[in-house]
Nanobody, 126 residues
Framework: QVQLVESGGGSVQAGGSLRLSCAASGYTGRRYCMGWFRQAPGKEREGVAIIESDGSTNYGDSVMGRFTISKDNAKNTLYLEMNSLKPEDTGMYYC????????????????????WGQGTQVTVSS
């Protein structure tokens, strides 16, 4: 069973930066696509960024050029570097894992991953 634990959330002023981490465990040697999602109060969960097992990435339009997803396979850790943060980036950020190759799917950033972490809160004030 894949287990995911996020960390690094917090409060920051607009224009600031944060780095989220997601520690993964329970792998069986199978390759996974990893992703970051977020959910603001009263809104649906949306895809922020995903990274396939081969390192290829895909970003949501609202974070393109500001956020960077990366992973350290040796540490089984996923990261999300967030720069130029805006108040609309506020929300609960979730890490997720999927054994499927997401770019083959019609909507790679769809929040239909099978494995999820508990989330870490990010608050951006104006």
């Amino acid at each position: 069973q894949v287990q995911l634990v996020e960390s690094g959330g917090g409060s920051v002023q607009a224009g600031g930066s944060l780095r989220l981490s997601c520690a993964a465990s329970g792998y069986t040697g199978r390759r996974y696509c990893m992703g970051w999602f977020r959910q603001a109060p009263g809104k649906e969960r949306e895809g922020v960024a995903i990274i396939e097992s081969d390192g290829s990435t895909n970003y949501g339009d609202s974070v393109m050029g500001r956020f960077t997803i990366s992973k350290d396979n040796a540490k089984n850790t996923l990261y999300l570097e967030m720069n130029s943060l805006k108040p609309e980036d506020t929300g609960m950020y979730y890490c997720a894992a999927d054994p499927r190759v997401r770019w083959l799917l019609p909507k790679p950033l769809e929040p239909d991953f099978p494995y999820w972490g508990q989330g870490t809160q990010v608050t951006v004030s104006s």
